[in-house]
């Protein structure tokens, strides 16, 4: 009965677990989109950038990118705000 318990509370602890590294996983992929936007595009803001070959090849990789930098350039207001939020930072 006492093992019963202990197996429950240790499994809804690491279902938490598991749906906080989900949710991390989905920012860290959100930044790295990101970062890949700046890295082909960069140049129209005085990046530089990576060879015009690469930057041919990755470009039909791209059109889900510019949606990604559509819509973070639209709720640009405070990222620092919402990185606190996902970290649970008051």
Request: glycine share 8%; hydrophobic share 50%; charged share 20%.
């Amino acid at each position: 009965m006492i093992r019963n318990v202990v197996n429950k509370v240790l499994n809804m602890i690491a279902s938490v677990f598991r749906g906080k590294s989900v949710e991390y996983l989905g920012i860290e992929l959100r930044e790295l989109e990101n970062i890949f936007a700046l890295l082909i595009i960069g140049s129209f803001i005085g990046l530089p950038s990576p060879p015009t070959t690469i930057s041919l090849r990755l470009l039909p990789y791209l059109g889900r990118e510019l949606i990604v930098a559509t819509y973070i350039s639209e709720r640009l207001d405070d990222m620092l705000g919402e990185m606190a939020g996902v970290f649970d930072i008051e």
